[in-house]
């Protein structure tokens, strides 16, 4: 499911990340999902905090999850906000509850899959895309259609 | 409010608000400045507080002659309006200041570079939007507005008749941008920006200024307008500002907020005469009527679609036509609009008869507020 970065197309948003956010793309990039975790309490804590909401703890280190979750909501955006998303429009922007903890969310794109095909609560599963030499990024697809 | 002064609201104005007007922030501020004192029979020395999102509060008080000020608050990213018009109502109350100017200043045109910038903390997460394409409050409008039609027995067409009944109020509103006969027809012809959520639920960007007076009970006797009361506020905060990752997306923080506000007075749902509830995008408007209540859960869509916010329907709500046509005024124009409806004949043709208790509410999601008026 990855495509290969074409370097004739705009560059990506600008983005900032810094130390706390750091260990989630370096695992991307060798197509990984990992998000922080308290390794006090056991939350998981997406998006990156320097501190556990839960028990206050700055013990907090970024462990893999299993990609796999399913549909809350679903968008399909059909306007170009950024040249970069120009021939991608429309796309499909989601929140996908992960398997490891109720109401863990991450934000992603569903991708391998029509709008008019998705159901709220499907069940989906990570893969990775780069969107140019320095960039992958986690996205979801309808679970077992990577077999 | 329980405890501290009674508050008034005594005067209320706009700038001229319109499309890429080419008047910057000081130039609006001083208009909906000026307005609203001689709205309320004031003069620049009667003011000792200002509070604004948008502009700062300290140049905008030297520039008017609110000088010197002894009270002032700058708002950030907040639940729009409703932010500087609780602190103002709230410093007025404990007695920090006695008469007290709130502000919502806007310009439409670098909003989006705005919205990208982000302050410090959404600068940092951003990184977990943009990459994806997701770039706009659209986006998470859309996201909100499917989970909504998913759970709720709301259709496109309850959408359609939102945009529909609002229009029809702004027709009745010399002050709205947007006045032109609307149909069930177009609102379903115009394009998906990110579907479910189409052009007409989103608010229409303009260039506007506005601003609110609130000064003590014993002032407001002496003063031009009919004092209108605050009775109670509510603010709310359960998430950080990622609306896109918002565990419940159809109970959000309105739930809550409106929690506190009723905690706060005698009054309650059944009393009010009319609702102006936030409508940056439609779906946020029938998440506030099921947060009060006034529909079964779920049911919002078909109390609108059955002519419940209308004029004569069971709660008069949006009556100046709301953001999606008086233009993008962050919450401004329904603390305005309630309280033209609670002083009696200033909303002209979609004046609320005997309007004595208006509830506006502003924002969704991870944060909003809320506050109830009074007409005596």
């Known amino acids: ?147 | 409010m329980r405890g501290g002064r009674r508050v008034a609201i005594v005067g209320v104005g706009y700038s001229d608000a319109g499309r890429r007007t080419g008047l910057s922030e000081r130039h609006h501020a001083a208009q909906a400045a000026r307005a609203a004192l001689a709205d309320a029979g004031l003069e620049s020395a009667d003011i000792d507080g200002l509070t604004t999102w948008g502009g700062n509060p300290i140049d905008f008080a030297h520039m008017l002659g609110f000088s010197p000020l002894r009270w002032h608050l700058d708002v950030g990213i907040s639940p729009a309006f409703i932010s500087p018009a609780i602190h103002a109502a709230h410093a007025v109350a404990s007695g920090q200041a006695d008469t007290v100017v709130a502000m919502r200043v806007i310009l439409q045109q670098p909003s989006r570079a705005n919205l990208w910038a982000g302050g410090t903390g959404m600068a940092f997460d951003a990184q977990f939007q943009h990459p994806f394409g997701d770039l706009m409050p659209a986006q998470w409008a859309g996201l909100l507005t499917n989970r909504y039609l998913h759970e709720s027995d709301a259709t496109e067409e309850d959408f359609a008749n939102f945009a529909v009944t609002q229009r029809g109020y702004a027709a009745r509103n010399p002050e709205a941008l947007m006045r032109e006969p609307m149909t069930v027809e177009d609102y379903l012809a115009a394009p998906y920006i990110s579907k479910p959520l189409r052009l007409l639920d989103c608010d229409y960007p303009c260039d506007s200024g506005a601003a609110v007076i609130f000064t003590t009970e014993e002032r407001a006797r002496d003063l031009r307008q009919k004092p209108v009361f605050v009775e109670a506020t509510g603010l709310s905060a359960n998430h950080d500002m990622t609306f896109e990752l918002l565990p419940d997306m159809v109970r959000t923080s309105p739930v809550h907020c409106l929690q506190q506000l009723w905690s706060n007075t005698d009054l309650s749902a059944a009393d009010l005469d009319c609702a102006q509830l936030y409508d940056g995008f439609s779906v946020i408007t029938l998440q506030w009527l099921e947060a009060l209540g006034v529909c079964e859960p779920g049911q919002a869509g078909p109390f609108v679609s059955s002519g419940g916010t209308s004029l004569t329907g069971a709660l008069p709500t949006n009556t100046d036509g709301g953001a999606c046509n008086v233009g993008r005024r962050h919450g401004a124009n329904f603390c305005i609009e309630a309280t033209r409806q609670l002083r009696g004949g200033q909303s002209g043709e979609r004046q609320v008869a005997d309007a004595e208790v208006a509830i506006w509410a502003n924002a969704v999601g991870p944060f909003s507020g809320a506050m109830l008026l009074t007409g005596s």
């Open chain 1, 1 to 147: 499911m990855t495509q290969q970065a074409d370097l004739a197309r705009p560059a990506p948003p600008e983005m900032v990340i810094d130390a706390l956010s750091a260990p989630f793309w370096a695992a991307a990039r060798e197509r990984r999902l990992e998000l922080q975790r308290c390794q006090d309490c056991g939350l998981f804590i997406h998006l990156p905090r320097p501190v556990c909401r839960r028990c206050g703890s700055f013990r907090l280190a970024f462990e893999p999850v299993s990609g796999r979750g399913s549909v809350y909501s679903y968008t399909e955006t059909r306007r170009v906000f950024h040249p970069f998303f120009a021939d991608r429009v429309p796309y499909l922007l989601a929140s996908i509850e992960l398997a490891e903890q109720a109401d863990l969310r991450i934000l992603s794109n569903l991708v391998g899959i029509a709008e008019p095909d998705v159901q709220f609560g499907m069940a989906v599963e990570v893969t990775f895309e780069d969107l140019s030499p320095d960039l992958t990024i986690p996205v979801f697809v309808p679970a077992g259609s990577l077999a």
